[in-house]
């Protein structure tokens, strides 16, 4: 069997030790860059790599791009290999954030052609209090060949979304808080506010009380009153830089509402050029 949306702890630690399994630690804070590597160096789950947000699943930034630009694909792949990820291989990515950065690993992999990947439902708070056990030891990792096959149809730059828009073809979802889209607090970007036309659904919706997802079926019922006579292949997420939109992504998927796709540069891009659109308040 294999997991494409998300895991149990007790399915992954069932498998702990399986050589087809990779287990990637996503853990990160961008308060401080250097805080997930910190964590993972001292207690992780066991076998476990880690991948940083920064370094590893986003490209340099530059004055034409948002906060998180996409990685060279190319780059990513070798990456993939040095971690001994191989095409075969069921992916599991983890973090302390719900799964908001989980997502973007889980959304990369998909872009490359891997669809055997899930993040862990709950992470590593649910993992702890299950009472499996962390470690401190550092994977034996024997390399391999990763092969990405693109799928660049997965994700919309900004002109495709002026355009879809002024179409009226695409359902645009905002993934962040109701405070920033609405434009009244705006901590991390230099400008408030949301693109015009964008729904809200705050990716911590997705989430119980516990940290876990909410059932399948909840969450379908609520995307499909969200997004009313549109199709999912007509949504498009986006947040401040790409990263946490694929939190709305994957809840859509589990839910079995396959086909959106994201807006990867997300606010932090769109502001970058002052002829685009702003919007505050709650649309109506």
Not at 93 to 110: I, M, P
Request: aromatic fraction near 10%.
């Amino acid at each position: 069997m294999t997991y494409t949306t998300l895991v149990s702890a007790t399915t992954l630690h069932q498998h702990i030790n399986d050589p087809k399994w990779v287990i990637v630690d996503c853990r990160f804070s961008l308060a401080n860059g250097d805080s997930g590597s910190y964590a993972y160096r001292h207690g992780h789950i066991p076998n476990a790599r880690y991948a940083h947000l920064n370094n590893d699943l986003s490209s340099v930034i530059t004055d034409f791009t948002g906060r998180h630009p996409l990685p060279d694909f190319t780059l990513l792949a070798k990456k993939l290999g040095t971690w001994g990820i191989s095409n075969n291989s069921q992916i599991v990515a983890y973090d302390d954030a719900g799964g908001a950065f989980a997502g973007r690993l889980w959304w990369l992999l998909r872009c490359i052609g891997h669809d055997n990947v899930a993040v862990l439902n709950g992470g590593i708070q649910h993992w702890q209090r299950q009472g499996l056990a962390l470690t401190t030891i550092l994977p034996t990792i024997q390399s391999t060949t990763f092969r990405p096959y693109l799928n660049a149809s997965l994700w919309l730059n900004a002109l495709q979304v002026q355009n879809n828009l002024a179409r009226k073809t695409i359902c645009l979802i905002d993934a962040r808080t109701p405070e920033r889209y609405r434009g009244e607090q705006e901590p991390i970007d230099p400008v408030a506010g949301h693109i015009p036309g964008a729904l809200n659904r705050a990716f911590q919706l997705n989430l119980d009380s516990q940290g876990l997802f909410l059932s399948a079926n909840s969450l379908g019922q609520q995307f499909k009153q969200l997004i009313g006579t549109r199709t999912p292949g007509q949504v498009v997420h986006y947040c401040g830089s790409g990263v946490t939109a694929c939190h709305n992504l994957l809840a859509m998927e589990y839910a079995g509402l396959s086909g959106s796709k994201l807006y990867a540069g997300s606010w932090s891009d769109w502001i970058r050029n002052k002829n685009r659109g702003i919007a505050t308040g709650t649309r109506i």
